[in-house]
């Protein structure tokens, strides 16, 4: 096959992913427009909310290998400006209301309505709002939602009180460490984070995330910390 001929099979995907991530989206509205229907039992309800979580979640996986992608071809538009921290928050709350509608799950937002913050307000919420669709899949009761600023950095933290974090994906706090697909998870949204939050830099500093596990109670924090 002459090189004119050969297959870009990096740019096929990407192409493949894009036009899949379109119809997800249309289905997750056709998922929340069918939800609103008046003859639906609980059960049927929760049936609803779990085909939108788990339709939400692969979404965002094509979102992530999408944006990835054009990072690599640096071709990742990249938009910041001042936004409201509270409102993203809403916003992710907002994507995922079938889940928690028809699932016990308390969810506690911390956040001054005040708070605002210098990053792309897209890829920032999709971020969190993957960290948040996980934490719905491994919590047993509540999530709290919270930022806050510091003198340098704003936190934008997503905590729940699971099983907390396997060691190897707590080694992703170290600035050298690599991406691993072979722990029983892609470990891809992390790093989609990871990515989008050095991106977010000015001259002295470089936005990062950060893993932890509680000590007492359980559960495990993720923080974003933006400049």
Known sequence: ?????????SSIL????????????????????LDLADNLTPKQHQAFADLHYQT????????QLLALYRDEQNQ?????????????????LDRNRLYLNS?????????????????DQD?????????????????????????????QYLNIQVEDDGDGYPEHML???????????????????????KKIASEHKTKQLQGHILLENKSG???????LRLP
């Open 76 to 92: 990742l538009p990249l938009y910041i400006e001042e936004n409201s921290v509270a409102e993203m928050l809403h916003e992710v």
């Open 14 to 33: 990407a192409t493949s992913a894009h036009d899949m991530k379109n119809s997800l989206f249309m289905l997750l509205q056709s998922i929340e427009h």
């Open 103 to 119: 699932h016990h799950v308390k969810v506690v937002l911390d956040v001054d309505p005040d708070l605002n913050g210098y990053f």
């Open 171 to 193: 080694a992703i706090n170290n600035t050298d460490s690599q991406f691993n697909a072979c722990k029983g998870r892609s470990g891809l949204g992390l790093l989609f984070a």
């Open 56 to 63: 939400s979640r692969i979404n965002g996986s094509l979102m």
């Open 217 to 223: 109670s359980g559960g495990s924090v993720f923080t």
């Open 123 to 151: 890829l920032v919420t999709y971020l969190i709002a993957d960290i948040f669709i996980n934490a719905l899949r491994h919590t047993k009761k509540s999530i709290t939602l919270r930022a806050f600023s510091d003198q």
């Open 1 to 9: 096959m002459s090189k004119q001929n050969e297959l870009d099979f």
